[in-house]
């Protein structure tokens, strides 16, 4: 018995291996659940175990990791998932949606275009779809296996006679490749479209559910709706007030208990890279000048 | 050319259970039951508690595997098909389209915490029904058929009165103008005015779509407005067939007419 008292990314090889045969399982079966036998990992539910999983078992000493937590770099969550690979894995990490080959997120897909190549690892609390229609999981199992769907348009019938449209803003439901029908994790339903035909693979970890399921690159993936009323992506109708981008999935944020507010880009590093391109809002503080004292 | 076909279909039995059997080891709860029911026919199975009413009504919607015997149903296409050699899946699409199962607990056979208007669309939307507008006409005018005020369609089941709430069930299950409906004691816990109320619209409803139904009760007024033929069951077994007028006003085995003498002169 010499084995290191370390491995590599945290997880020992036997574990990564159980995880990489379920992801396989996954991309094989777009969209479908696949079971797995989850660890217990070095934070709480809630925080990412799913996510973290699934990013040790496919992290390699060349990769580039960006984590993002509802869009942003540098939360908590975030950081210290990042700095949690740098140490037990000793790769390099990045903010860099472009640069990064594997981005753990949670909550959000970034703004700039996904090149092939990449994998982004979603967080996952509940994957099931049907969950709070039916607390069965056997017979919610039985429904995904023979595709019977007609309950998931229950939720939307009954936001629609609620509120007059689907007022589902995050975890719309979606099918994916024309069969199973998957909740993407609480990313905002601006973020939908993305998910379909996207050249990056997508795998999504739930781990208090130890649920692994997957969206290969360029996979059709349509959001549910109802013929008369259609799925519609919701943002803030402003722009960025830092970077004046008119077309990015936007942040509210309270300024003083005035009702004032601001509407900034979610994703920090598109944010940031537009800024440095130039691109200013109405919030961008002005060049930086020396103020006299006294 | 289309009477004709339509008459030559009421002369093929829609169900045929045929020595159907079902034992917990050595409790036998449903012993050798065989008849046959024609479309737009109304069978009551009455008997008292733990004669194997239940039991008999699960096999017959394929809720309950039997011990002996089976089950043949006609289907759409016209071909009788044993239940037993139909997948899951088809046998669950049975069960939402040409199939009705009203509960005696209508919180069991609705969903309480959604609206009443996703409540009926629920099986629509099962097959495929996209469009929001139609669902929520065909909901609304099956509301009014069962008499509930259309204002509450946007109600939670949960609000509403025993009686509604089964006549919401009703509404549920022939949304899709099923063929044949399985009712386990529909007026159950209802008080009488309510139940009479019920059994009229269900009269009503029986007639007017030409439904055939299986009515399990242990409510001889039941049987008597709403059935065509009666099955007696004591013990598993059934003890005295035939039409309900007759079984009734002229029962033949001693426990049917202690059954009978048993329910007070009105």
């Known amino acids: 018995m010499n084995a290191p008292a370390y491995n590599f990314a945290y997880l020992d090889e036997q574990t990564k291996r159980m995880i990489r045969r379920a992801i396989l399982k996954a991309v094989a079966i777009p969209g479908y659940q696949v079971p797995f036998a989850s660890r217990e990992m070095p934070m709480p539910y809630g925080w990412g175990t799913g996510g973290v999983q699934v990013t040790a078992a496919i992290l390699g000493p060349d990769d580039v990791l960006k984590v993002i937590d509802q869009g942003s770099d540098d939360t908590t969550n975030a950081i210290s998932i990042r700095k949690f690979f740098a140490k037990t894995a000793g790769v390099a990490t990045t903010t860099a949606t472009t640069e990064a080959t594997v981005i753990q997120t949670r909550h959000r897909i970034p703004e700039a275009p996904l090149h092939a190549g990449q994998v982004l690892v979603y967080q996952v609390p509940i994957p099931e779809p049907l969950r709070f229609l039916e607390p069965r999981e056997t017979e919610t199992r039985r429904m995904h296996a023979l595709a019977e769907y007609g309950l998931i348009h229950v939720k939307l019938y009954e936001d629609i006679a609620r509120f007059g449209h689907i007022a589902t803003s995050y975890a719309y439901p979606v099918k994916v490749n024309a069969r199973y029908v998957m909740d993407p994790s609480p990313t905002p339903k601006f973020d939908n479209p993305k998910m379909g035909n996207c050249p990056a693979l997508q795998l999504f970890g739930a781990g208090r559910e130890k649920r692994i399921y997957a969206i290969p690159p360029h996979t059709t993936v349509v959001s549910l709706d109802f013929e008369d009323h259609p799925f519609t992506p919701y943002r803030f109708d402003a722009p960025c007030a830092l970077c004046g981008a008119g077309d990015a999935y936007l942040d509210e944020i309270v300024t003083d208990d005035n009702g004032s507010r601001m509407f900034v880009c979610s994703d920090t590093d598109y944010c940031e890279s537009r800024q440095a391109a130039g691109h200013r809002g109405s919030e961008s503080a002005a060049p930086h000048k020396e103020r006299a004292h006294g | ?266």
């Open chain 2, 1 to 266: 050319m289309a009477d004709v076909q339509r008459e030559t279909q009421c002369d093929q039995p829609l169900l045929v259970a045929e020595g159907l059997s079902k034992s917990y080891g050595r409790l036998a709860a449903c012993r050798d039951v065989s008849f046959t029911l024609y479309p737009g026919e109304v069978l009551a199975i009455v008997g008292e508690s733990g004669s194997g009413k239940t039991t008999l009504l699960q096999m017959l919607s394929a809720q309950l595997a039997s011990s002996a015997g089976h089950v043949s149903y006609r289907m759409r296409d016209g071909v009788l098909r044993d239940l037993n050699s139909l997948g899951e899946a088809e046998r669950r699409f049975l069960f939402r389209t040409d199939w009705g199962y009203v509960h005696q607990d209508p919180a069991q056979g609705l969903r309480m915490a959604v609206s009443a208007g996703a409540n009926v669309g629920e099986r629509l939307m099962a097959v495929g029904w996209s469009h929001y507008g139609r669902i929520r006409d065909a909901a609304s005018s099956w509301l009014e058929r069962v008499e509930i005020d259309t204002a509450r369609i946007d109600d939670a089941p949960r609000t509403y009165s025993g009686g509604m709430r089964q006549r919401l069930q009703i509404a549920r299950n022939l949304v899709t103008e099923p063929r044949l409906v399985f009712m386990d004691e529909p007026t159950g816990g209802l008080d009488v005015s309510v139940q009479a109320r019920l059994l009229d619209l269900m009269r009503n409803l029986v007639s007017e779509l030409g439904l055939a139904a299986i009515v399990v009760t242990h409510d001889l007024a039941v049987a008597r407005l709403l059935s065509h033929r009666v099955m007696v069951m004591k013990g598993g077994e059934v003890i005295e067939t035939g039409l309900t007028d007759q079984v009734l006003d002229d029962p033949h085995e001693p426990y049917t007419q202690l059954l009978v003498s048993s329910i007070l002169p009105p």
